[in-house]
C-alpha cells in the first residue's frame, strides 16, 4: 500500500482548467479570456522586439553559464530597483533598498512572505483584498502567515469601496501587513486614484501597517512606468518602510522566463544590511541561486538607453490595444442598448476586467458562446481583438438578456 494513498485530491487549478477546456474546444468561435498573458490583435503570444534584440546581444557576446550570487545578477537588481523607485529616489541613494532576484513574481511574493514570517511578530496578519490574486492567500499561508480579507471591491458600483476599505484597515490589528496591488489590479482592474491612495496611506501609517506591495503590471496599466509605480514611490516618500515584489513576465512578456525582484525599502543602511543577511539565507533554502538567462535579457534591456526607450514605445503599444479593445467593447455594448451600466469596461485598467456576470451567465458564455473566462465574471481585455470583440459583445448581450 503506498504511503500517500491516503493523501486527498486537491481541486483543478481555475485558471488552467479554463486553458485545457478551450484547447479541447474545436468551435471555430472559440475565444480565451481566462489567462492573463498579452496577445496580438491575431491572438498569438508577442515577443517584444527589445527582447529579441537583447537576446541577440546575449548570444552574440558567448557569456558563460557560471552560477549568480544568491542575490542574483546586481546590473539587473539595481536596475530593476531605479525602474520601481526612480534614479533619485532617497531610498536608493541612501542605499537602504534591498534587492533580491526572484523566481519572477510568485518567487518575490513567496520570499517575502517567508522573510515576514521569520521575522515579524507570530501572530501577524497579512490583509488581502476581497477579491485578490488567486494565489496570494496560498502563498503567505504556504509560508505559515494567516491571512485576513479587506474590504475592496464594491459589486455595487463595480468600483472602489473605499469607505469599506479604509474601515477594514482601521479594525485590523496595530501592525499587520497589508498587500496592495501597486496598479492594474486582480482581478478587479480598479485601482485607487492618486487621492485615494493618500487617504489609504493616512490610516496605515495611524494604524502601523507594513505595506507589501506586489507589482506585476509595471508600465502595462497606463502604459507609463512611473505613472504606474506612483503608490510605491508616495508611501516611501510618506516615510514607510516596505516590500515589494516586482514581475517582469507581463511588461517586458518573459513569462516562462521567470524574471522578478523582492524588495524591501528599509529605514537605514545598516537595517538594510540586517535584512539582506536573512533574505539570503531564506532564498539560499529555496533556490540557492536565480536563474541566468531571462535576468540576462531583461538587464540588457533596462541598461541600454535605446533598448529601454524602445521598450518604452511597447509598453504604450500594448496597453494602447488593450484601451482600444475597452473602449471597443463598450461602445458595442452601448450600440446594443444592453441592460446595466458599461461604464466600468473603460474606468477599469489594466490586464482585466471584472464584467460583472454572475457564474450561471459565465457558465452560458463557455457552453453557448464558447467564450473561455474565469467563474467571478474576469475576462482578459488581451484576449480580445478587432476580429472577436463583435462576438463577445453579442454573447455578453445575450446572457444577461
Ligand atoms: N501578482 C499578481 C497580482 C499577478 O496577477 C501575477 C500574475 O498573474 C503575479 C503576481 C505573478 O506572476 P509571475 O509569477 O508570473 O510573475
Known sequence: ??????????????????????????????????????????????????????????????????????????????????????????????????????????????????????????????????????????????????????????????????????????????????????????????????????????????KGHFPFFDCAYQGFASGDLDRDAFAIRYFIERGFECSIAQSFAKNLGLYGERVGCYHVVTRNAAVANQVRSQIARASRAIISNPPLYGARVASTVLNSPTLLAEWKDSLRFMSGRILDMRAELRRLMLEKGTPGNWDHITSQIGMFTFTGLNPEQVNYMVKKHHIYMTKNGRISMAGLSTHNVQHVAQAIDDVVR
Not at 503506498?2 to 468561435?29: E, H
Not at 521569520?118 to 496578519?125: D, S
Open 1 to 206: 500500500v503506498s504511503a500517500f494513498a491516503d493523501v486527498p485530491l486537491a481541486p483543478p487549478d481555475a485558471i488552467l482548467n479554463l486553458s485545457t477546456m478551450y484547447k479541447s474546444d474545436t468551435s471555430d468561435q472559440k475565444v480565451d479570456l481566462g489567462v492573463g498573458a498579452y496577445r496580438d490583435n491575431d491572438g498569438k503570444p508577442w515577443v517584444l522586439p527589445v527582447v529579441r534584440k537583447a537576446e541577440k546581444q546575449i548570444a552574440d557576446a558567448q557569456l558563460e553559464h557560471e552560477y549568480l550570487p544568491i542575490a542574483g545578477l546586481k546590473s539587473f537588481t539595481d536596475a530593476a530597483a531605479v525602474l520601481l523607485l526612480g534614479s533619485d529616489n532617497p531610498a536608493i541613494v541612501d542605499q537602504r533598498v534591498v534587492s533580491f532576484q526572484t523566481i519572477s513574481g510568485t518567487g518575490a511574493n513567496f520570499l517575502g512572505a517567508t522573510f515576514l514570517s521569520r521575522f515579524y511578530p507570530k501572530g501577524t496578519l497579512v490583509l488581502l483584498s476581497d477579491p485578490t490574486w488567486a494565489n496570494h492567500k496560498n502563498i503567505f499561508n504556504s509560508a505559515s502567515l494567516e491571512t485576513q480579507d479587506y474590504k475592496y471591491y464594491d459589486p455595487a458600483t463595480l468600483g472602489l469601496d473605499l469607505a469599506g476599505m479604509l474601515s477594514s484597515l482601521q479594525d485590523a490589528p496595530s501592525g499587520s501587513i497589508v498587500l496592495l496591488h501597486a496598479c492594474a489590479h486582480n482581478p478587479t482592474g480598479v485601482d485607487p486614484t492618486q487621492e485615494q491612495w493618500k487617504r489609504i496611506a493616512d490610516v496605515m501609517q495611524a
